[in-house]
């Protein structure tokens, strides 16, 4: 199993993992219950606080470059160029676009 945590303006908001080639984005207890706090996408609404996916949800892959890009990111990384999940805990984790930053979580 693969895990990241999933910021929303710096603030913790969840946890997207991938075991199986199921994805699950599920929100943090804390940052569900409060209304103050944004939906990371409008396509993950706090109107439910787990989603599950056969594929990597659209609102994450989105944040993965394309093309040339992607293939020169691959090799540097030295991540298969088709492993998507693989790509965003490698690139996602500071200087993206929007409010939303995915960190991954190491395992011990």
């Known amino acids: ?42 396509t993950l609404p706090k109107t439910q606080q787990e989603y599950r996916s056969t594929h990597l949800f659209p609102f994450f892959f989105n944040m993965l470059t394309e093309g040339t890009n992607r293939k020169t990111q691959s090799r540097l990384l030295r991540i298969d160029e088709k492993d998507d999940f693989g790509i965003l805990l490698a690139t996602a984790q500071h200087d993206t676009i929007g409010a939303v930053t995915v960190k991954p979580v190491n395992k011990k």
């Open 1 to 42: 199993m693969r895990a990241a945590e999933v910021y929303c303006n710096g603030e913790f908001a969840g946890m997207l993992t991938e075991e199986n080639r199921i994805y699950v984005f599920r929100y943090d207890d804390k940052y569900f219950l409060d209304n103050e706090k944004p939906m990371i996408s409008l």
